[in-house]
C-alpha cells in the first residue's frame, strides 16, 4: 500500500471570519511581503460584497449540513464541504479561504496548477481534491498536486496511479467513480463492475481505496442513486461516500454521504465553460 499525502481532514463547521477584527476607514499595518492584493485590502478595509456573500454562503451550507446530519442521527462534523472552484477567479478562493474554507474540488489538473501552488504557499492546511476525469497523461502531476483524486474509472488509469505512486513515493487518497445510472456517455464504473474493479485496484495493483463517488442521471431521482452509492460502500468496506453537489448537498447528507461537492451554491454561477470539460461534477 501507499503513503498518503499529508494533509488533514477538513470538515464543515468552525467557520472563521475575519471580518469582526477590522475597523472600517481605519489604516492597518504595513501587510507582509508576499501578501496578495486580497489579503492588503482585507487588512485594511471592510469586505466587499462578493466576500461577505461567499462568507455567508458557507455558513448557510455548513449549518445546513450539520442540520440535516443531526437529523438522522449523525455527528455534525460529519460530512466533508468540498468547494467546488473550478473556472472561479482567483479572488473568489480568496475570499473562501478568509472564510475559513480549506477544502477545494477542481475539475482540471493544469487549471488546479495553475491556482494553487502559490495559494498554498499562504494557506498551507488546503486539501485539494481532483473531481474531473483525469487522462493517464496527466497522472503524475495528478499525484504531485492532489490530495485526494475522487475519479478513478478504468483498469488502466488504476495500473498507471499504482506506477506513479512507486515512483513519487506517495499516492492521493483514491475514490472510484461509480456510474450508478449507467449511462453509456459517462464515466464510472457500474455497480456490477465495482467488486471486480476494487479487487482489481486492491489485489493487482496495491491501491487503497478510500471511498466512492457518484453523479446521478440529471432525469432520474437523485435519492435512488445516493442510497445506491452509500449501500455498495458499506457491502465493501468502503468508508468514504462523495455525492450530492448544490442542488441535493442536503439531501445526499441525509442518506449517508461524507463528502459533498458544492459550487455555485457558494460562488455563484461560473464565469466561462471550458468545453473539454463537459461533466459536472460540483
Not at 481605519?26 to 456573500?53: E, K, L, V
Amino acid at each position: 500500500m501507499f503513503p498518503h499525502s499529508p494533509g488533514g481532514r477538513s470538515r464543515v463547521l468552525g467557520l472563521r471570519t475575519t471580518w469582526l477584527d477590522i475597523t472600517v476607514g481605519q489604516p492597518g499595518p504595513p501587510a507582509p511581503s508576499g501578501t496578495s492584493r486580497f489579503q492588503q485590502m482585507s487588512q485594511n478595509s471592510a469586505p466587499t460584497d462578493m466576500q461577505q456573500d461567499i462568507a455567508a454562503n458557507l455558513a448557510a451550507i455548513r449549518s445546513a449540513i450539520a442540520t440535516q446530519a443531526e437529523s438522522v442521527g449523525r455527528p455534525a462534523d460529519a460530512v466533508t464541504l468540498v468547494a467546488v472552484s473550478k473556472v472561479q477567479p482567483l479572488e473568489k478562493l480568496e475570499a473562501a479561504l478568509e472564510a475559513g474554507q480549506r477544502v477545494f474540488g477542481e475539475n482540471r489538473v493544469q487549471e488546479a496548477k495553475a491556482k494553487f501552488p502559490d495559494l498554498r504557499e499562504r494557506y498551507t492546511d488546503i486539501e485539494l481534491h481532483l473531481i474531473g476525469p483525469l487522462q493517464t497523461n496527466k497522472v503524475k502531476e495528478a499525484v504531485a498536486l492532489f490530495d485526494v483524486i475522487q475519479t478513478l474509472d478504468r483498469p488502466k488509469l488504476a495500473a498507471a496511479l499504482a506506477e506513479e505512486g512507486r515512483r513519487q513515493g506517495h499516492l492521493p487518497r483514491l475514490f472510484v467513480e461509480v456510474n450508478t445510472g449507467e449511462e453509456p456517455q459517462k464515466a464510472g464504473v457500474t455497480p456490477a463492475e465495482l467488486p471486480a474493479f476494487l479487487a482489481e485496484c486492491r489485489d493487482r495493483h496495491g491501491l487503497s481505496i478510500a471511498g466512492l463517488m457518484c453523479i446521478p442521471p440529471v432525469d432520474e431521482e437523485a435519492s435512488l442513486h445516493f442510497a445506491l452509492l452509500a449501500e455498495l460502500a458499506r457491502r465493501n468496506n468502503i468508508p468514504d461516500i462523495s455525492m450530492g453537489m448544490s442542488g441535493d448537498y442536503e439531501l445526499a447528507t441525509r442518506l449517508g454521504a461524507t463528502h459533498v461537492r458544492v459550487g455555485t451554491a457558494i460562488f455563484g454561477e461560473r464565469v466561462k465553460h471550458h468545453p473539454e470539460s463537459e461533466e459536472i461534477h460540483g
